[in-house]
């Protein structure tokens, strides 16, 4: 059994505060648009897909709980469409958000010029939007999951693999079952998983704190490194690869993802070890031609030079902390996993499209 992120019924959102794991697990109540961003800028939930999906039901849950009595069509829709910038504002580069506010966005402009729409159908129309997303994210993750294990087993050509990953994109960072992590537990579930090698993610720890309970948590074969030890470790893995998720791919292929993502493509390539980005298609940003056009957050100086509150860095110093580096797609060797199948980074955006308009 996956854990629980996200805990949804109509009315009600609860989060796992990701802060507090691996040694408290406490579910707080997000009952506002409010809420949902806070909860989303203090990193309480991270991981692009489960940063939209608890954006867009903080702000169901705020229309569930408010309802429409003083709303009309025209009101409604202008606070759906501040809510969703707000949200968007919380953390820019992770696509997820800021392509649902855009969906979603559209998709409440349709229906309020729909002739009959009232203020109670266009409030029904945006929760039940909402409550859409969140249902297939998880069918997204399962496919995810599907086609990155057999594409592995093909072109490594052993009868067990080993993984390494970074930072974390299991169910804590979805709807469910995960991206990078959903391929991890496919292998796992056909018995084809040798070991996994998860980083400790320097300097929120989101390997130490999140992956590596996720993986002991449901008894998946699993060793914690530090950031600086994958080289020398890729020196003696045999049939190995690299498996990462991503917050925003850009047509070429170029992947922002987790700051160390970037060397770590470095040392697999050098090593001759295939690496590959899990992503669903609601992070792929095919607006931007490169990496080079995305916005890279920079978070407070304090995640580095602080431990639990304790201060572990020589006071006054100096601190560059950006959240994300960008991987170039030259690097990105065995492929984009989407739930629309395997893409070399230069096939993703024929593939995407094509896909699309099979939907």
Known sequence: MSLEAIRYRRGSLQILNQLLLPQQSLYEEIGSVEDGWRAIRTMKVRGA?????????????????????????????????????YLESARPTAVNMARAAQELGHFV?????????????????????????LDKDLKDNRSIG???????LQHIGKDKVTIITHCNTGSLATAGYGTALG????????GRLEKVYCTETRPYNQGAR?????LKYEEIPACLITDSMVAALMKQLVGAAVIVGADRVVANGDTANKIGTYQLAIAAKYHGIPFYVAAPSTSCDLTL???GKIIIEERPSEEVTHINGVQVAAPGIDVWNPAFDVTPHELITGGIITEFGVFAPAELKAGLTQAAKKV
Request: one cysteine or more; aromatic letters at 4%.
């Open 49 to 85: 897909p489960a940063i939209a999906i608890v954006g867009c039901l903080s702000l169901a849950v705020e229309l569930h709980t408010k309802g429409n009595a003083e709303q009309t069509v025209g009101s409604l829709e202008k606070f759906v469409a501040d809510s969703l910038r």
């Open 109 to 133: 402009h349709q229906e309020a010029k729909r002739e009959g729409s009232t203020a109670e159908s266009l409030q029904e129309s945006v929760i039940s939007w909402a409550e859409a997303m």
């Open 146 to 152: 599907e086609h990155g294990a057999r594409h592995l």
């Open 183 to 190: 391929v991890i537990r496919s292998l796992h579930a056909m």
């Open 210 to 214: 999140l992956t590596a309970y996720e």
């Open 289 to 291: 031609e490169h990496g």
